[in-house]
């Protein structure tokens, strides 16, 4: 036997045990209502999950390479994109996708500061973050209780002079009006971005949201539909776009060649730009004023075994969603959640509204589920303009905020990742109608 057989076959028993240990780790494992925690989100990880990280530790792939292309390539076939661009966070994806339109080399599309990019004000904060670190200014929309995300008419009468682009997100997996708002993006010269890290495997009109935008972000992060433990992703189709947001991920750098690679364009030493001198190496040109943000194989390497699980994920996301929608209908003074008219959800929460004249307020149902370790969360930052980061920042509100407000101080939601179990989730339900039936004999 020669060593190449030798370190095969002592990968293969690595692997071969780091199976069986998650197997024995995770076998046993009993809910006890009331002392295990019900998280309201979170990873779900199999043994080939932790082998896939294994092995790319194993092959000491502690950077950007061949797990990271196999990524980028089947996510993109899988989404019905050209391009997928990963990143090292949905944040960061949000801030190269919103940062390619600010490029240069868009010319009179090009987005400059002072122009308007429209969004909502009950997110989260990168949504809209990158508007502002672009010298961009943000137009918030109120949104609608019920299906949490803004409509097409609030979009269409927020549209001013100096509007140049959407950014909104999907709420909760909930997708928008987004065939209607890239209809009115194209209508009004506008750039549509899907903020998608919450939606993952969401449809609208049978289209996968994350296709209809100019450009789209993706996030990793364990509590979305798949994890590489932090992660995200640029998509497009429009390859001009895809090449700026290569470049800003990548230093700034003008070069395409993958890391470990040179002159893969065959004239590394032949370009003439800026002011350079004719001939200056290719890979230490820089066409933008870039990040470094890049992701690693041992990220990638897990997305890959998640990917190939997404539509087993989204199943029993909407599963454990109508289950609780189910088991709470006609409980008194809660608003629930519904999906948006022609959208097929792949649920990333189950939101609940406390109605403004019910007999308890929402932190007393809130600390209630808590106290049992059930998980809750907000809506994210609720009315981002009553956020103290944004108080002084420059903003256009474009109607009053109401729904906003009332998410800021109603509302929360609870899981549905997969998880969960059927047990977990009865008892979300019992606890709930526990809680409510009793303030509702005061």
């Known amino acids: 036997m020669n060593r190449s057989d030798d370190v095969s076959e002592s990968k293969a028993l690595v692997l071969d045990l780091a199976r069986k240990y998650h197997q024995e780790s995770q076998s046993g494992r009993q809910f006890v209502p009331g002392v ?68 240069p080399q868009l010319e009179d599309r090009r987005l400059r500061p002072g122009d308007e990019v ?28 019920k299906t949490y995300n803004t409509t097409a008419e609030r979009v ?6 100096r509007t140049r682009a959407i950014m909104i997100a999907h709420a909760l997996g909930n997708p928008y009006e987004v065939a209607e708002l890239a209809e009115l993006a194209e209508q009004h010269d506008l750039i549509l971005v899907e903020d998608n890290c919450d939606a993952v495997g969401s449809t609208y009109r049978g289209q996968l949201t994350g296709t209809f935008g100019e450009l789209a ?45 040179s002159n893969t364009c065959l004239k590394r030493f032949s370009y003439q730009m800026g002011t350079l001198p004719a001939g200056y190496d ?48 006609g409980v008194p003074w809660l608003i629930l959640p519904e999906a948006t ?9 189950f939101i609940i509204t406390v109605d403004t004249e019910a007999p308890f307020k929402r932190a007393e149902l809130v600390d209630f589920l808590e106290n049992r370790k059930i998980g809750t969360r907000r809506l994210f930052g609720g009315n981002l303009t009553r956020q103290p980061a944004y108080v002084e920042a420059p903003h256009r509100v474009a109607e009053e905020l109401t ?23 009865d008892y979300v339900l019992d606890s709930i109608k526990e809680f409510v039936q009793a303030r509702s004999r005061r």
Not at 124 to 141: K, R, S
Not at 292 to 321: E, I, P
């Open 36 to 103: 295990t925690e019900i998280w309201p989100s979170g990873a779900t990880l199999d043994e080939e999950d932790r082998a896939a990280l294994v092995e790319a530790a194993l092959d000491m792939r502690i950077a950007a390479g061949r797990s990271s292309r196999m990524f980028e390539s089947a996510f993109a076939r899988r989404m019905g994109r050209r391009k997928a661009h990963l990143t090292n966070s949905g944040s960061s994806a949000n801030l190269l996708a919103l940062t390619a339109l600010t490029s």
């Open 118 to 145: 429209i969004t909502v004000a009950a997110g989260f904060p990168t949504t809209v973050n990158p508007i502002l670190q672009n010298g961009l200014i943000p137009v918030f929309l109120d949104i609608e209780l």
């Open 156 to 161: 269409a009468r927020a549209i001013g002079p």
């Open 217 to 261: 972000t993706v996030s990793f992060y364990p509590a979305h539909h798949l994890t590489m433990g932090e992660g995200g992703c640029v998509l497009t189709s429009n390859l001009a776009l895809a090449r700026i947001v290569e470049s800003l991920r990548d230093w700034g750098r003008d070069c395409w060649c993958e890391p470990g690679e």
């Open 282 to 329: 290719h890979k230490y040109i820089f066409s933008h004023i870039g990040y470094n943000l890049k992701s690693t194989d041992l990220q990638a390497a897990l997305g890959l075994t998640q990917l190939s699980k997404l539509d087993y994920f989204g199943s029993v996301r909407r599963s454990n969603w109508r289950r609780l929608r189910e088991g709470l209908d």
């Open 341 to 349: 008219p022609d959208s097929d959800p792949s649920w990333f929460g």
């Open 403 to 425: 729904n906003s407000d009332i998410v800021t101080e109603h509302t929360f939601w609870v899981g549905v990742y997969p998880s969960l179990t059927e047990e977990m989730l």
